[in-house]
């Protein structure tokens, strides 16, 4: 680096449902921050796909706010509106061209789990978001992390500490009244019985939350 050059900030980019997030999420993130001295994770949950039909993914706002609360304590972790205000289907590749747009020179590094790794090759406009970030996949139980296809310079794997916690796990347990501590942040433990989120249809309050 030249004498006097400024190094450039290097910002990771957290993208899913978070419905809810869980310590799975905040385990990768942390791990991937520390490995790759990341200044910030930018955790940025999805927006509503209206066109979806039969998918009830929870509110965006209620997303948000666990993602806020779960990541509050940790001064390198932030939260983005961008993709839950965009109107319309939102895309990682326009969260990646805005986040471009917004910190011009700061280096981008998007986090993925090894579930979603092989699903980025079927993204809109694939070949340009290597041009737009470093992709960082991690492993997840029960998924092999899997680089076929991918462009070997533009995607990093990193092991971290087993999480065996899913969104799907998480709001089947509050459905069948089972506890979601130490899952979740505990904050979000008490936001889900809050609003009564994940609950039957019914309405029928779960026990032991
Ligand atoms: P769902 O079960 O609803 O799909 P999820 O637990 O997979 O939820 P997402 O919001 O879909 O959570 O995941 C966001 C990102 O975090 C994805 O890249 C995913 O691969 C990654 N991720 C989720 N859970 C883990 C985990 N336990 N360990 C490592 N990465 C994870
Ligand atoms: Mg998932």
Redesign the pocket.
């Known amino acids: 680096m030249a004498w006097g050059a400024k190094q450039r900030r290097r910002i990771g980019v957290m993208g899913?449902?978070f419905d809810p997030v869980h310590h799975g999420h905040l385990v990768a993130a942390s791990e991937v921050r520390d490995a790759f001295n990341l200044d910030e994770v930018i955790f940025v949950p999805t927006g509503e796909q209206p066109f979806k039909q039969g998918n009830d993914v929870t509110a965006a706002e209620h997303r948000y706010l666990m993602t806020v609360i779960a990541t509050a304590s940790n001064p390198r972790f932030t939260v983005s509106r961008m993709e839950i205000d965009r109107p319309g289907t939102t895309y990682t590749i326009d969260t990646l061209r805005d986040l471009r747009r917004e910190l011009p020179d700061a280096e981008l590094f998007f986090i993925t789990?090894a579930?979603?790794l092989p699903q980025i090759l079927t993204w809109k406009d694939a070949d340009e978001l290597w041009s737009l970030a470093h992709f960082i996949g991690v492993t997840r139980p029960g998924h092999d992390l899997d680089m076929t296809g991918l462009p070997a310079a533009g995607v990093s794997l990193m092991e971290v500490t087993a999480m065996a916690i899913?969104?799907?796990e998480c709001r089947a347990r509050v459905r069948a009244g089972k506890p979601v501590w130490y899952l979740v942040p505990d904050g979000v433990v008490q936001y889900i019985a809050k609003y009564g989120l994940y609950l039957p249809e019914d309405g029928e309050a779960g026990v032991g939350r």
């Open positions: 899913g449902t789990g579930d979603v899913s969104s799907t």
